[in-house]
Nanobody, 128 residues
Framework: QVQLVESGGGLVQAGDSLRLSCAVSGLTFRSTAMGWFRQAPGKEREFVAGISRSGGTTYYADSVKGRFTISRDNAKNTVYLQMYSLKPEDTAIYYC?????????????????????WGQGTQVTVSS
């Protein structure tokens, strides 16, 4: 059974930092590209950051570039999202997704339709 479990969300003030974690089980983690998405109330789920299955390639949405960092620890089957300089507009439920892919080791999915499995989400609220 595939499970993705996010943690690390919370209520913070603008300018603060948070680190989200997503622990994965039931998959060959090294074969999966991973991504973080978020969904704010009344909005569609949007791509935040992605990392290739090798970990050597990352990609970020323009809105978070320079403030967020995605990383993965293949020994722990975990992907992280380090968030700095948080803004009220970062408030959303954050989801991690796993994309089981036969594409090259540097491939990153940027659309939610490219991800096969999802976690339950973790709430991030940034107050002004």
């Amino acid at each position: 059974q595939v499970q993705l479990v996010e943690s690390g969300g919370g209520l913070v003030q603008a300018g603060d930092s948070l680190r989200l974690s997503c622990a994965v089980s039931g998959l060959t983690f090294r074969s999966t590209a991973m991504g973080w998405f978020r969904q704010a109330p009344g909005k569609e789920r949007e791509f935040v950051a992605g990392i290739s299955r090798s970990g050597g390639t990352t990609y970020y949405a323009d809105s978070v570039k320079g403030r967020f960092t995605i990383s993965r620890d293949n020994a722990k089957n975990t992907v992280y999202l380090q968030m700095y300089s948080l803004k009220p507009e970062d408030t959303a439920i954050y989801y991690c997704g796993a994309a089981v892919t036969t594409y090259g080791s540097s491939w990153i999915g940027r659309s939610s339709t490219e991800y096969n499995y999802w976690g339950q989400g973790t709430q991030v609220t940034v107050s002004s």
